[in-house]
């Protein structure tokens, strides 16, 4: 892959700059922070172009489906919020999480939402009727950052206790991917995103993830 372009500098808030997600159908940035506020920036304008209101504090995570017009937002008010991206209409509120939801993704094959939570728990909804249809309880610590496989159906989970994985789109848990007799697991190279965001957040909260090294996956 070679070097990207510099192409445009948006002037975020500080404020506004807990999470970042570009669109790969159109020339869109969204950005979201403590601020509460969701913002829509078109890329060649170089201006914000929509905005989203509905969460009650701050907004640490955010999705774009990757086949049709909508954006998940989660955040301190331990919801995730479904948006019709071009009206800015609120969809659904995924009410559930009993603390800030952190990291949330969506996938184009199924109509499923995966979010995961500082609760420790991972929620998995059905996104036509915006209704929980499993929570999974695996973690014993907060759910940091999930990344689904680049190839096969399922998603790595991080936390300070582990990395683990799950089938999708029914949520089984296969292992820990983390073990210290064992060593890592081969398919970390699969995960890196999720991994590096898990040291990551464990690390500015004073934790280590199992107590490894940061070694980034070959």
């Not at 914000?48 to 774009?64: K, P, Q, T």
């Not at 909804?125 to 999974?136: E, N």
């Not at 695996?138 to 759910?143: A, E, F, R, T, Y």
Request: include cysteine; aromatic fraction near 8%; proline fraction near 4%.
């Amino acid at each position: 892959m070679g070097l990207g372009k510099w192409c445009s500098k948006a002037n975020i808030n500080r404020s506004h700059r807990t999470s970042l997600a570009i669109s790969n159908k159109r020339t869109y940035m969204f950005s979201a922070g403590d601020d509460k506020q969701v913002k829509c920036w078109d890329l060649e304008q170089n201006k914000v172009i929509r905005s989203y209101h509905g969460h009650l504090s701050a907004v640490y995570c955010l999705a774009i489906h990757p086949t049709i017009g909508i954006l998940l937002t989660g955040g301190l008010d331990s919801v995730c919020r479904v948006w019709d991206i071009r009206s800015k209409t609120q969809i659904h509120a995924l009410s559930g999480h009993e603390n800030t939801v952190c990291s949330v993704f969506t996938r184009p094959t199924d109509p499923q939402v995966v979010t995961g939570s500082h609760d420790s728990t991972i929620k998995m909804w059905d996104l036509r009727y915006g209704k929980t249809t499993l929570t999974l309880t695996n973690h014993k610590k907060s759910v940091r950052a999930m990344a689904p496989h680049p190839k096969e159906q399922a998603f790595a989970s991080a936390s300070a206790d582990n990395i683990k994985k799950f089938t999708l789109p029914n949520g089984e848990f296969c292992h820990d991917m983390l073990n210290r007799s064992l060593g890592r697991d081969p398919e970390l190279k699969n995960w890196k995103r999720c991994m590096v965001a898990a040291f990551v957040a464990v690390r500015r909260d004073g934790e280590d993830l199992c107590g490894w090294e940061c070694v980034e996956p070959s």
